[in-house]
């Protein structure tokens, strides 16, 4: 299949990209393929994968989005387990099959408090988000015009199958940064995820089945690998959980949670196993170092977390993790709670955690090993931990 060169249709570095790249992935798309992306800096919008691509960024490759939210179509997404239509994720894909993002180059989203991060929830959308919800409104209804909305994940497959993500670096991310949703067959393998931004979870497999995270790095604003499956009424109407995934051979630096499930985890999540898993020390670094944009992260809250409540719902079980060793985390390696953010009422939907099981369990440094808050109405049932000798 053959290769088309993004400067073959009009790309130069430093300059506006968007069309030339736009215009190589329908040409790719006719054969399939690889769109590549040469050494140099390039700037673009949007970019949107199809059938049978495969989007190459070169070594010394630097894809280079623009911040400006006007220049971000308005499509179908999930925005924190809520279905709408908003500003477009920086990479898109929606009902493709036969994808991929792979190279060892840089997707720098170019985030920071000077846009992306500056309103990170603005206030009326989200409010009039949820009250759609409450109304049920259809989802084709739950439109938000250009300039508002919310922060667009940096890479979303949507409602695809036969996703593949590979080698490259990403910096900088508006909001969650891999997140594909009603996907089916996911590998992720050998990223590094450099973003310490606001709810900069690096990789937040959404309502998707069989999915592979290998080989990972994540050094992020929040969780780093968060597996969901929706938001209270939302996550329930659509009713796709997350389940058969594997996690193994994933370093982690800085973020709330090296795995977490939930919290908007509605529909459930099940056979989910991690193994072979690292929490790290963050390295000493400067504001401004590459990829931080000023935002120094302090390392690495919990190893495991599980996080719901009663307005979640949604049964969360068959949790295995195993062989994980601990350098050090700032509050519990362990840490499991059916009252997250619970409101002050019973909120009428009882989560259900089970069967989970951690064997040879490492830590070198942690103020508590395991921390369990649940309640009356939704028990934390059936947890085994087997702890091993740290070296």
């Known amino acids: 299949m053959p290769d088309h060169l993004i400067t073959t249709y009009g790309a130069r570095p430093t300059a506006e990209c968007t069309m030339a790249i736009a215009e190589a992935v329908d040409a790719c798309a006719l054969t399939g393929g690889r769109v590549v992306v040469p050494d140099g800096v390039f700037v673009t919008g949007p970019v949107r994968l199809r059938s049978n691509v495969e989007l190459h960024l070169s070594a010394g ?159 992020t604003g929040d969780d780093c690998i968060a597996i969901k499956s929706g938001r209270d009424a939302d996550g329930r109407r659509v009713g796709r959980p997350s389940r058969n995934i594997l996690i193994e051979s994933c370093r982690f630096t800085t973020g709330h949670g090296a795995l977490t499930i939930g919290s908007e985890a509605s529909a459930g999540a099940s056979n989910i196993q991690a193994r072979d898993l690292h929490i790290t020390t963050p390295a000493t670094c400067s504001a401004g170092g590459s990829g931080s944009s000023g935002v120094v992260g302090a390392g690495v809250d919990h190893a495991l977390r599980i996080k719901t409540n009663s307005l979640r719902g949604g049964v969360i079980e068959h949790v295995t993790v195993e062989n994980v060793v601990v350098d050090a985390v700032t509050t519990s390696a362990i840490l499991i709670t059916t009252r997250h953010a619970e409101p002050e009422q019973f909120g009428g939907h009882a989560p259900v955690v089970r069967d989970i099981t951690v064997t040879n369990l490492a830590v070198r440094s942690a103020p508590r090993t395991v921390e369990i808050h649940d309640s009356p109405q939704a028990p934390v049932e059936s947890f085994t931990l087997t702890t091993s000798e740290t070296p």
Do not use: K
């Open 61 to 219: 490759a630097t894809l280079r989005f623009r911040t400006d939210p006007t220049a971000y179509p308005i499509v179908r997404t999930r925005w924190q387990g809520i279905e709408c239509f908003s500003h477009s994720p920086l990479i898109y894909a929606y009902d493709e099959a036969d994808i991929a993002i792979t190279g060892t180059g840089t997707l720098d989203g170019g985030a920071s408090t000077d846009n992306w991060w500056s309103n990170t929830r603005p206030r009326t959308d989200w409010e009039r988000l949820l009250r759609m919800v409450e109304a049920d409104v259809p989802v084709e209804d739950r439109i938000f015009d250009p300039g508002h909305g919310f922060r667009p994940s940096f890479i979303q497959p949507h409602t695809s199958r036969r996703v593949r993500i590979e080698d490259v670096r990403i910096v900088n991310a508006p909001m969650w940064v891999v997140h594909p949703v009603f996907c089916t067959d996911v590998l992720i393998r050998g990223i590094t995820v450099d973003s310490l931004g606001p709810n900069n979870d690096g990789c937040n497999p959404d309502s998707c089945e069989n999915v592979v995270i290998t080989g990972c790095s994540f050094t």
